[in-house]
């Protein structure tokens, strides 16, 4: 590889990539002399890379972070993938974080080739970030604390508001930052309590990593999916529905699809009974809702009254806007 440019942008892609390479396998990729790769390396700090050499049989070249942030190369797809990111990130619930998403999308597009611009301007065209509600938004320097911490495996000390507005100091050894619905969320493992936690961003403060390395905790379920299905479902008290649904077998199992877990469904002449699987009184209801036909539910009475409530509010609903109407 002989044109001086080409070389130094094959060597900087080689370089991006998160591993050690040693001077002799950079040379041969590029087809030039050891020499030649220590000279391009120079050039590649000159104008603001930083690239950490260890010497040694185990020694070699490593691009590592600096002061300030030097252009990027990105291939087709982490282009794409980067700049329809940028252009959803609205309702992701940080602070600052919209403005800071347009400029640097405007920065990309300013650089990406006409096709792939073409196919970005498409996707984000198409795309339309929303939320049901406003959310309580976290500061970025929160978000990285917890991330670091998290990443680094290094207990945290910070105070928290619980949802009664009380205040706690806890001290934590973190595991994951997870965004869900809007909020943001730490699950961690208090030290004090001795048990895992999940703690929303938004309600901590006084953030701090304590230096202090974590232990190895292994979580109470398969995943950290898993851990937090099951931590939610914890949280509400769950039933399982007995419901006759007048509606032919087929049809209900269509319109349950991928809902009916371990539930059952057994047909009765053109009706069919419903033993649900375990869930809130909400998720049933609106199950039931959902299949615009008629059903009499035989239990749980917990069911049965959320049902009812809801009928009543439909009812004073339909009324009021009765009264409008006749009043207008």
């Known amino acids: 590889m002989t044109d001086p440019a080409t070389r130094l942008l094959s060597l900087l892609s080689l370089l991006q990539t998160p591993r050690l390479w ?27 890379y930083f690239v950490e050499a260890t010497a040694g049989g185990q020694g070699g070249y490593r691009l590592t972070g600096g002061s300030a942030m030097p252009p ?16 959803t990130i609205a309702g992701q619930a940080v602070a600052g974080v ?35 509600a406003a959310r309580p938004v976290v500061s970025p320097d929160n978000l990285i604390t917890v991330a670091s911490a998290s990443a680094n495996r290094e207990r945290m000390r910070f105070r928290y ?11 934590t050894e973190p595991l994951r930052l997870v965004a869900n619905g809007g ?6 493992f208090d030290i004090d309590r001795d048990d895992w936690r999940t703690f929303r961003l938004d309600r901590m403060a006084d953030l701090r990593a304590t230096g202090a390395r974590a232990h190895h905790r292994t979580l109470p379920e398969a995943s ?48 069919c009974r419903w033993h649900s699987h375990l869930d809130t009184t909400e998720w049933l209801a ?33 009324r009021l806007t009765r009264g409008g109407e006749q009043s207008g």
């Open 98 to 132: 919209d403005e800071a998403a347009v400029r640097a999308a405007t920065k990309l597009a300013q650089v990406l080739p006409p096709r792939l611009r073409r196919r970005v301007t498409t996707l984000t065209a198409a795309t339309l970030p929303f939320s049901l």
């Open 161 to 171: 508001r619980g949802h009664d507005g009380a205040e706690s100091a806890r001290h």
């Open 183 to 188: 909020r943001w969320y730490l699950l961690a």
């Open 22 to 48: 040693p001077g002799s396998e950079l040379a041969d990729r590029l087809g030039v002399s050891g020499r030649t790769v220590r000279r391009d390396i120079d050039r590649l700090r000159e104008i603001g």
């Open 224 to 271: 950290v999916a898993d851990f937090l299905r099951t931590q939610a479902m914890s949280m509400a008290p769950t039933f399982r529905a007995d419901v006759t649904i007048h509606a032919p077998l087929r049809h209900v199992t269509t319109q349950l699809g991928d809902h009916l877990g371990d539930g059952t469904l057994t047909e009765s002449g053109d009706s």
């Open 72 to 87: 990027l190369l990105l291939d087709d797809a982490e282009a794409v993938a980067i700049a329809v990111g940028l252009g």
């Open 286 to 318: 609106t199950r039931l809702l959902s299949l615009n036909t008629d059903f009499q539910v035989h239990g749980p009475p917990e069911l049965v009254a959320h049902l009812d409530a809801i009928a009543r509010r439909i009812t004073r609903s339909d």
